[in-house]
């Protein structure tokens, strides 16, 4: 081959080019960054793995208190509460709520204050007005009173009010008991016969006042004042003996603290209701046998806990059982229930105390077995002999921290109770439970009330159950319309056009949740209620006007479709689409005025059962959707985009067209990473929460209605939290919601890693 001598450079041929040396010196700096690159990486890695693992022990040391065993501890021994001769203690012993004084009233008609400190007696007050009398039974007015009534061997009942006085001198508390005895109500005229069992109730319209005189009588003393709107109102007392048409003897009886309804135990193990809304004319309602198939019992206690809704009964064969009123599922009156049964003592049950601050409450028997119990959920929690035996009173300290019992010689003991969470177990977290006020078990997120006496309801699984439904609305928006679309944009979309739509979509990953979650409740929400019946006629016109177009469009002329550049076709799509919703919501007036008789939230209600709420899944589905969508839409359509370029060459030079191409090559080649980008998407929808808490609701309610609000596990805790008290039940149980959250995600994205691996494995000889 010749060389033209012009085209040569001067000085004669080109020379090789010749690589310009490196220095060891710089190489020793590129290794020595490389190698420091490696450790930053490393170390980094490790920061992130150690940083999880903090948060998860966080989460536990949280979460772990809520499933402690209780503990109880004997303070000190028993404090010799009652002199010699003094007669024995006569029923209910009380305390302040320091534990410091602890109080009594003897047989003989005296009223002991023993110091639990020192476990020596106070003093001893002459109980005013016995006249000569003695003490026959003391009880305490209900959970959680200072109020208790003296009841006397000649048929009278003297009130007695217990205070105690706080005082701080150089940073010492001191506790004093300060009693005050009212005035005493004569309930056997003759005076003859003594008080064996006593129950009182202060309603707003008057007090009520029952009393047992012999095996089979009963008196039921009221008082009713009447106000007037000038001057002075009135009072009214009457008294009268109440029939009893069971059979058997009363054994126990209690009254609730409305005055509405009395409770009788019998000899027979018959619990008796007897209704006293008419205070002329009391009346027995109806007559359970709690004993069941197990044999019959007398009754020995009959009690309520905190709120007087639940009643709990106990027998001389050592059963313990709660009841409620409960109006049936199916309509009638309500009936009393068995809700609980409880372990067993193995003597006869001789004293109840309910807990004046939850649903707690202890029973003991004749031999000091002592047991403590959770109304709530059923369970028995703990229990201890007294180390005295033979106990005759027993009680819940005001703040729930110990028991405090009192046995036949007038010692005192005290029990520390170590419980912070008694109403927590498994079966309360996640099950159905029985909850007062409901016909049935079932399950309940309501953490707070508006009375001392609410029953906390604090079941995750509305909470579970409101995450996954929220989750799976978003995804039924979200994975059809995000899959579609990166599969257009990667095959079919002009690359100059791809230019521009893939960065917007991937702009919407920017918008901040608050934002969107603002739009959807203030903003969609109003809009979806007024063209709902056209947003379900959506899927349906949108694609039937598509093929009409599909179908015009091969109609033209050839020449005229090919000056439209292949690849822009979107172009001519969008105002098609845009026509189609148009005339879907058009139509949807009309479905609307034809088919569900001018109001669709009625026929929802009336045709169906289902009620139609503003903030519901619905708009969930659609903004959440929108948040959730260009997270799937970028990694799937870079793994599309991934797909190496010769298995598409491939493919359509054995005939096949785009299409079956990217079907049945790229769409199974890049499944992998299409599944990595559902599931990631899934995750951030499952953590989602200003949108679920802004755009919902925010109701606690298992109904898999797209109409129905509900509540997630996110959101709730964004809710609750702030009102939490610090390690209180509530708070935990927030810290629970929480690790549950992690290990749903944690095992979501496990299970996507371990099919991302499979799919990868079989489609790698592509």
Not at 29 to 58: P, Y
Not at 605 to 617: A, F
Not at 621 to 636: R, S
Not at 661 to 666: E, G, K, S
Request: glycine residues 10%.
């Amino acid at each position: 081959m010749a060389v033209n001598p012009e085209a040569l450079p001067s000085g004669g041929p080109a020379a090789p080019a010749r690589r310009r040396p490196v220095s060891a010196a710089r190489t020793g700096r590129r290794i020595a960054l490389d190698r420091w690159a490696s450790r930053l990486v490393v170390v980094g890695g490790l920061v992130i793995i150690a940083s999880i693992l903090a948060i998860v022990f966080v989460l536990v040391a949280e979460v772990w208190p809520l499933f402690r065993a209780p503990e109880v501890e004997l303070i000190g021994p028993p404090a010799a509460g009652l002199a010699a001769g003094a007669g024995g203690p006569v029923g209910s012993i009380g305390t302040d709520e320091y534990r410091e004084v602890a109080f009594q009233v003897t047989r003989e008609g005296a009223l002991q204050v023993v110091d639990l400190k020192w476990g020596t007696p106070v003093r001893s007050q002459p109980i005013p007005g016995l006249e000569g009398a003695s003490v026959s039974r003391v009880v305490q007015e209900h959970v959680g009173s200072s109020r208790y009534l003296i009841g006397t061997s000649d048929g009278r009942v003297i009130p007695l009010d217990m205070k105690f006085d706080v005082t701080f001198r150089e940073g010492t508390r001191g506790v004093a008991a300060a009693a005050s005895f009212g005035e005493a109500v004569v309930l056997d005229p003759e005076r003859k016969r003594p008080i064996v069992r006593l129950a009182a109730a202060s309603a707003d319209s008057g007090a009520v006042l029952v009393a047992q005189l012999g095996p089979r009588e009963l008196v039921v003393h009221t008082v009713t004042q009447k106000k007037a709107l000038v001057g002075e109102g009135t009072r009214e007392e009457s008294l009268q003996a109440l029939a009893l048409p069971a059979e058997g003897d009363v054994t126990a009886l209690n009254i609730d603290e409305r005055g509405a309804d009395l409770f009788l135990g019998t000899s027979q193990g018959r619990l008796v209701r007897v209704d006293l809304g008419d205070k002329a004319a009391p009346r027995v309602v109806e007559t359970v046998d709690i004993s069941g198939t197990t044999g019959a019992a007398p009754v020995t206690v009959v009690d309520f806990l905190l709120g007087d809704r639940t009643i709990v009964v106990g027998d001389e064969a050592g059963r313990v059982t709660t009841w409620q009123i409960v109006r049936p599922e199916a309509g009638g009156d309500p009936r009393l229930v068995r809700v609980h049964e409880f372990r067993k003592h193995a003597a006869p049950v001789m004293a109840v105390s309910a807990s004046p601050r939850d649903k707690g409450f202890v029973t003991a028997d004749t031999s000091g077995q002592v047991e403590i119990h959770y109304g709530t959920s059923g369970r028995t929690l703990m229990s201890f002999t007294a180390p005295a035996g033979d106990l005759r009173a027993v009680f819940f300290a005001p703040k729930a921290d110990a028991v405090v019992t009192a046995d036949t010689a007038g010692q005192i003991s005290q029990w520390k109770l170590t419980n912070p969470h008694p109403e927590i177990t498994l079966g309360t977290l996640f099950g159905k439970v029985w909850y007062e006020g409901y016909s049935a078990p079932a399950y309940v997120w309501q953490s707070t009330g508006g009375s001392d006496d609410f029953e906390a309801k604090l079941s995750l699984t509305p909470l579970v159950y409101g995450t996954l439904k929220g989750t799976f609305y978003a995804l039924v928006v979200a994975v059809p319309l995000a899959l579609f679309a990166a599969l257009y944009v990667s095959e079919f979309m002009h690359p100059d056009l791809k230019a521009y739509v893939k960065p917007v979509v991937e702009i919407m990953a920017a918008l901040p949740s608050v934002v969107l979650g603002f739009l959807a409740g203030l903003w969609l929400a109003p809009i979806v209620e007024r063209v709902v019946p056209g947003l379900f006629l959506v899927p349906l016109v949108v694609p039937a006007l598509i093929l009409a177009a599909f179908f015009a469009w091969r109609l033209l002329p050839v020449t005229l479709r090919r000056r439209l550049r292949p690849g822009t076709e979107v172009a001519l799509l969008i105002p098609v689409v845009v026509a189609g919703v148009w005339i879907a919501l058009s139509l949807g007036g009309l479905v609307e005025m034809a088919l569900l008789g001018g109001n669709y939230r009625g026929w929802l209600l009336s045709t169906l059962g289902l009620t139609y709420d503003q903030r519901n899944s619905l708009v969930v589905g659609v903004a959440m959707g929108f948040a959730v969508i260009p997270i799937i839409f970028t990694i799937a359509e870079d793994s599309l985009a991934n797909v190496p370029g010769h298995l598409r060459a491939g493919s359509l030079a054995l005939g096949a067209n785009r299409w079956q191409t990217a079907l049945r090559i790229v769409l199974p080649t890049a499944s992998p990473g299409i599944f990595s980008a559902v599931m990631i998407g899934f995750g951030r929808a499952v953590g989602e929460t200003m949108i679920v808490l802004m755009a919902t609701g925010n109701t606690p309610v298992m109904d898999w209605s797209i109409f129905n609000g509900f509540r997630a596990l996110s959101a709730n805790i964004a809710v609750e939290l702030p009102e939490a008290p610090e390690q209180g039940t509530l708070f935990r149980v927030l810290f629970l919601a929480a690790l549950l959250l992690f290990c749903l995600t944690f095992a979501l994205n496990t299970v996507a890693e371990l099919v991302r691996l499979r799919l990868r494995q079989r489609y790698r000889y592509l």
